[in-house]
């Protein structure tokens, strides 16, 4: 009897953590503002099928060469109801270079500066370009690179452009997780 119990008891917790290990991370909403100093919460974004956040960078020569497609992805997927938020967490980046960065560079989703590097340290955003996709209930579906290659000629997976597609199709994320690569997010010193 008592070893019967104890089965049961080792069971329940073991489905217990399976399932805790299944769901997705939550995020907390937290409000920026962007280069013009218009503030925008997450929250203002609650109504997107998925809300892309990208950590970005006006220096890093990685998030740089991926420009054009980040402007690319915004421009196939806003009209789909998909949110494109920028954020720049770099200390050494001013918002007077963001601004300038994002005009010469044709950038028209927005772009938020995270002074203190906060919203870094609460995504554990590390490199830029690193890319988190949330749901209407701000779980994270995606975490990781955009694509394989730095360079547009040599990509094999687009992971980014799957992720939302299958997200739009109301399917399950089958990659949720990759490896993002890039430039070190230059951090505040505690």
């Given amino acids: 009897m008592k070893r019967n119990t104890f089965i049961s008891l080792l ?10 290990a299944d769901e997705p ?7 920026l503002k962007d280069y013009n100093g218009k503030e925008h919460s997450l929250t203002d974004y609650k109504n997107s099928k998925a809300i892309v956040i990208i950590f970005i960078a006006t220096q ?14 915004y421009q196939d997927y ?7 938020i920028g954020i720049n967490s770099n200390k050494q980046e001013s918002i007077e270079e963001i601004a300038e960065h994002a005009k010469k560079h ?4 927005t772009i938020l500066k995270d ?5 870094a340290d609460m995504f554990n955003a590390s490199v830029t370009p690193e890319v988190f996709v949330l749901n209407k209930d701000f779980n994270i579906m995606y975490h990781g690179r955009i694509d394989d290659s730095r360079r547009g000629d040599n990509i094999q997976h687009q992971d980014l452009r799957k992720a939302l597609d299958e997200i739009l199709s109301n399917k399950n994320v089958s990659v ?6 890039g430039c070190t997010i230059k951090r505040v010193e505690q």
């Fill in 11 to 20: 069971f329940l917790i073991f489905s217990l953590i399976n399932t805790k």
């Fill in 60 to 73: 890093c020569p990685v998030s740089n060469a991926y420009n054009e497609r980040m402007e690319k992805l």
């Fill in 25 to 31: 991370i939550k995020v907390t909403n937290f409000t």
């Fill in 106 to 109: 044709n950038l028209n989703f």
């Fill in 115 to 119: 002074t203190g590097n906060k919203i």
């Fill in 176 to 181: 949720k997780e990759t490896k993002a690569f």
């Fill in 78 to 84: 806003k009209d789909k109801n998909v949110a494109f």
